[in-house]
C-alpha cells in the first residue's frame, strides 16, 4: 500500500495562479520529498523536508510538514506553463528505500 | 549524457518471453533501485540494491529478479513476462552519504524504460 496519498488528483490553474498540493502519511518518517514528472520523463527531486522541520522554501516552491497530522502541503507560486506535470511526495521511514504516493497532475494554463 | 541510463527505452514483447532491462549510473553512487509505475498508482519499489553484494525484495518483487554486476550497473529481469507486467519501469540512485554533495536519501531516476507485453 502507498505510504503517501496525494490531494487532489488533479488540478487546472491558470498561469499567476498559486497551486497547493497536499500528501498524507500513515506511519512516523524521517524525512518527506517531492518529486516532479513531465509526462513520460524520469522524476526529478524538488525538495526535501526532514521530520524536524516545519517549512523550507526553494525559488518559488514552499513546502511545510506537519508530523501531528502526518502531513505535508507543496505551494508553487506565480505558475507557469512550463510548471503543467506530475507531483508525488515520497516518504522515508528508516533512510533505506523511499515509498511514494499516486501522485498529483497539475495542469497550468496559459 | 545522462548520469542515470536505462535501455531499453521501449520494449514490445510477447507473453512467456525472457526480458531484461539494464540500467546503468555514473553518479558513483552505491544504492540502486528498481520501480514499476502505473497510471493512478505512482511508482511501487521492486527491488533495491545498497551495494554490490546486497540485493533486496521491496514491495512487488513477485515475476522479478536483479542482478547487481557492478557498482554502477543494475538490471531487472522478468524471467517469464506476463501482460499485467506492462508498465514503465524506472531506476534510480542515490547516495545516503551526502558526500557527492546532494542531499541525502534523494533519487536521480533514468528516463524509464516502457514495457509492453502482449
Known amino acids: 500500500s502507498q505510504q503517501g496519498e496525494e490531494d487532489p488528483q488533479a488540478l487546472s490553474i491558470q498561469e499567476g495562479e498559486n497551486a497547493t498540493m497536499n500528501c498524507s502519511y500513515k506511519?512516523?518518517?524521517?524525512?518527506l520529498q517531492w518529486y516532479r514528472q513531465n509526462s513520460g520523463r524520469g522524476l526529478v527531486h524538488l525538495i526535501l523536508?526532514?521530520?524536524?522541520?516545519r517549512e523550507k522554501h526553494s525559488g518559488r516552491l514552499r513546502v511545510t510538514l506537519d508530523t501531528s497530522k502526518k502531513s505535508s502541503s507543496l505551494l508553487i507560486t506565480a505558475s507557469r506553463a512550463a510548471d503543467t506535470a506530475s507531483y508525488f511526495c515520497a516518504t522515508d521511514r528508516n533512510g533505506n528505500k523511499l515509498v511514494f504516493g499516486a501522485g498529483t497532475i497539475l495542469r497550468v494554463k496559459s | 549524457d545522462a548520469d542515470v541510463t536505462q535501455t531499453p527505452r521501449n520494449r514490445i514483447t510477447k507473453t512467456g518471453k525472457r526480458i531484461m532491462l539494464e540500467c546503468s549510473q555514473t553518479k558513483g553512487h552505491d544504492r540502486m533501485y528498481w520501480y514499476r509505475q502505473d497510471p493512478g498508482l505512482g511508482l511501487r519499489l521492486i527491488y533495491y540494491s545498497f551495494d554490490v553484494k546486497d540485493i533486496n525484495k521491496g514491495e512487488i518483487s513477485d515475476g522479478y529478479s536483479v542482478s547487481r554486476q557492478a557498482q554502477a550497473k543494475f538490471s531487472l529481469s522478468l524471467e517469464s513476462a506476463i501482460p499485467n507486467q506492462t508498465a514503465l519501469y524506472f531506476c534510480?540512485?542515490?547516495?545516503?552519504?551526502?558526500?557527492?554533495?546532494?542531499?541525502?536519501?534523494?533519487?536521480?531516476f533514468g528516463e524509464g524504460s516502457r514495457l509492453t507485453v502482449l
Open positions: 534510480a540512485t542515490s547516495d545516503p552519504t551526502g558526500k557527492f554533495g546532494a542531499n541525502t536519501g534523494e533519487l536521480f
Open positions: 523536508i526532514r521530520s524536524n522541520e
Open positions: 506511519t512516523s518518517i524521517n524525512n
